[in-house]
């Protein structure tokens, strides 16, 4: 069974005849008559009942007629569909972004990335690093926003989206805010607020260690809105990315002696082609004005 043959018999059936139905395809009519017979013979049963110039669908004709549609409509659909992929119209692209990123910042590159590609679609999903990491190498993704460690550099291609620094964040009454800038030995002895998602953490709480910095915790969450509601509500203090702090009301300053910050870094899955959507929204990233 061909395309052309369920073209032909739609068309036939459509006009009652084969002159105008061949017209209609743009086919001669011998063509378009021999294509039909050929149907026929491979289904077994005639479609049409020919009487002189005039035809007529036959009973077996009437009950194929709604599967020779379906076909037809699959067939354009499909088609469509591959124009769009190849045109980047509705063709998503799927995003996981870690859940300690800052979504200020992303969200006014994905809204420039949409008003230069209106037709193309983004889904983003946020999740941990390591679930994200086996969405992305199951092609359950296509890229993800991480921050750059060595596992992440040694299992997937890596492109630098931005740099920034940790911060302390704290309530506007806090002692803190007399500081311009905040060492850790500043902080011994302070209630703060503990975020449990944080990348980085094991690695400022080893500096804290190593420096007998001693900090106790009031509170832990692994949710970063929870966390800056704590901290305004006076728990106590936070270490966070500078780009990540969002509830209004919060102080911040620098955290020195010893700095601290990350790369965050676009990630996708080494030697896997891209879509020509995907390859539009990489193109995108590295173009980007990002801040720092």
């Known amino acids: 069974m061909e395309m052309s043959q369920i073209r032909y018999v739609l068309a036939a059936a459509k006009h009652l005849n084969f002159t105008k139905a061949a017209a209609a395809c743009n086919v001669t009519q011998p063509a378009l008559t ?67 990123i800052g979504h200020v910042r992303l969200a006014r590159f994905l809204a420039d990335f949409e008003k230069k590609h209106p037709g193309l679609e983004l889904s983003v999903s946020e999740g941990s690093v390591a679930d994200l990491g086996d969405r992305l190498s199951n092609g359950e993704l296509d890229a993800a926003v991480f921050t750059r460690t060595a596992e992440t550099e040694a299992g997937f291609r890596v492109d630098e989206l931005y740099q920034e620094r940790y911060v302390v964040v704290f309530p506007p009454d806090h002692r803190l805010g007399r500081m311009n800038a905040i060492r850790l030995a500043d902080l011994s002895g302070e209630a703060y607020v503990d975020r449990l998602a944080c990348e980085m953490r094991e690695m400022v709480m080893g500096v804290c260690k190593d420096r007998s910095v001693d900090l106790y915790a009031r509170f832990r969450s692994e949710r970063e809105d929870w966390v800056q509601a704590m901290v305004l509500a006076g728990l106590g203090f936070a270490f966070m990315p500078e780009f990540s ?4 009301g919060l102080l911040q300053r620098p955290l020195i002696e010893p700095g601290v910050e990350r790369s965050v870094v676009l990630a ?23 801040p720092g």
């Open 34 to 100: 021999k294509g039909i017979k050929a149907l026929e013979e491979e289904l077994g049963a005639p479609i049409f009942h020919r009487e002189g110039r005039r035809i007529l669908l036959s009973d077996f004709g009437h009950s194929m007629l709604p599967h020779l549609r379906h076909i037809a409509d699959e067939a354009a659909a499909a088609q469509v569909l591959a124009q769009n992929f190849r045109l980047l119209d509705q063709v998503p692209v799927r995003l996981g972004v870690m859940s300690t």
């Open 268 to 290: 996708t899955v080494r030697g896997r082609r891209f879509s020509p959507a995907l390859a539009a929204f990489m193109q995108s990233a590295q173009r980007f004005a990002w």
């Open 245 to 248: 702090v969002t509830l209004p």
